[in-house]
């Protein structure tokens, strides 16, 4: 088990920090004594360790935290992106899209499933078999005339719960 022992520097920074487990450990000990260049690895990460627990810590000054968000406050309503400007109500466009997406849907699959030229003017033996769709028995069918239009209307109201936590959110921001 030992020869698919795999050391990595994350490892040894574990095993610098005391969170390995105690077989890794033994097994991190051995793997040291066998590859001597690792060792001085763990050497450097020691180091490290001892020069950041040198450095003097400093506590924030009262208010630290409200200045650094009034600043990111004031930096999100600088941003042309998030201003109350002309172009912001893509999501009400997104419905309009969808809605008219779904209207034009049956034309244009009438428009396909329609000839484009008379079959009078083509040879039989050239005609395809193809099967006849029941478009008739389709669009009357209770699951397109229930589903599709809750469907519609489940994610017109989704669009339009994004907008407005959108808007509340700018409003909170601006504020």
């Known amino acids: 088990m030992e020869n698919n022992f795999l050391l990595t520097e994350d490892m040894l920074w574990d095993y610098a920090d005391g969170f390995l487990p105690q077989e890794e450990k033994m097994q991190v000990d051995a793997y040291l004594r066998r590859h001597p260049e690792h ?80 079959i009078d003017m083509i040879p039989a033996e050239y005609i395809p078999q193809t099967p006849v769709i029941p478009w008739g028995k389709l669009f009357t069918s209770p699951a397109m005339r229930f589903g599709l239009p809750l469907t519609l209307l489940f994610f017109c109201f989704r669009f339009l719960d994004q907008y407005l936590q959108q808007k509340k959110m700018l409003v909170r921001l601006q504020a």
């Open 39 to 118: 060792q001085s690895m763990l050497d450097t990460i020691l180091a490290e360790k001892k020069a950041f627990a040198a450095l003097p810590m400093d506590r924030p000054k009262p208010g630290f935290a409200d200045r650094v968000m009034a600043a990111w406050v004031a930096e999100q309503s600088a941003n042309p992106s998030l201003s109350s400007e002309k172009g912001k109500d893509w999501i009400i466009y997104g419905i309009a899209a969808a809605m008219g997406f779904f209207i034009l849907l049956p034309i244009v699959l009438l428009a396909i499933s329609a000839p484009a030229i008379s």
